[in-house]
């Protein structure tokens, strides 16, 4: 099995997989057919995210019958909204949310788009982008004196949404590879730290939880995911179900939990060997025809 990789060379993480993974290379694209030819098995992709020209090419393959982790048709629908409304669906508890207008540069959408409205908010509140990573412009909002000053310096940058705060007792991160396999981690969201723990107050919904998660990822077809659970009087809430290409430091994250995601996510690899990425449309060959 040949197997691709599309990472930063120097990442600890993904050395440390291949350093496990017979005929696992670094992969390098330029100027590329299209149709182009099926060259790898199976491709790690861990950048294609952030890149109109990876993830093109990511798609190029998974349509040649490679397998993409993770599958480049699926890892699309990533903004917070979709998130709650997939999880009501699937009767996963999520924060009351609540979608609100942003700033339209050089635009008049006063037709089609109304002024925010401060009225009825219930607070504390978390303000934070509707397609957002590494909890970068999350603000928690204490009254509608605060949010109008925060709203009005941001409302150019992004589209936002307003989320019921949960404060949490525990926090968790969780990671699911291949759709089977969950690691629960302790997590402190405000200095980005994984902590060591017995984790026994979740006994009485760690299996809940695990179920949920499983059956999410298999819904959005992720390979790799985390996800993040605030945890309040024993109720979870789904803060974070979208982080498909999760920073993975071993410098971070404890040993035995470290080990753990490289097995797991070795073995993950490992187990696409002649399988393909679901596609979302259905294409019949002329061959076939």
Known sequence: MKIGVLEYRDEKFIIDVMSKLQGSEFVLFGKTDVPLQKVYDVLIDRLSFQDDFLSAIMKLYSLQGTYVINNPFTNIPDDKTFQIQLCEKMGIPNPKTMLIPPEYNGMDMSGVVKDM??????????????KGYAWDDVYVINDVHELKNVYNSIKSRKVFILQEYIKPEIYLRCFCINKKDVLFIQYDPGN????????????????KLEKWMIEFNKVLDYDMNTIEWAIRDGQPYMIDGFNEVPEILPTAIPPQYYSWIVEKFVDCVNSKAGKENKIPYHIKSDSAA
Do not use: N, Q, T
Request: net charge neutral; proline share 10%.
């Open 117 to 130: 409205e401060w009225e009825g908010l219930k607070f504390p509140v978390v303000l934070k982008p509707l």
């Open 192 to 207: 980005r730290a994984y902590m060591v723990s017995d984790l026994k107050a979740i006994d009485p919904i760690r299996d």
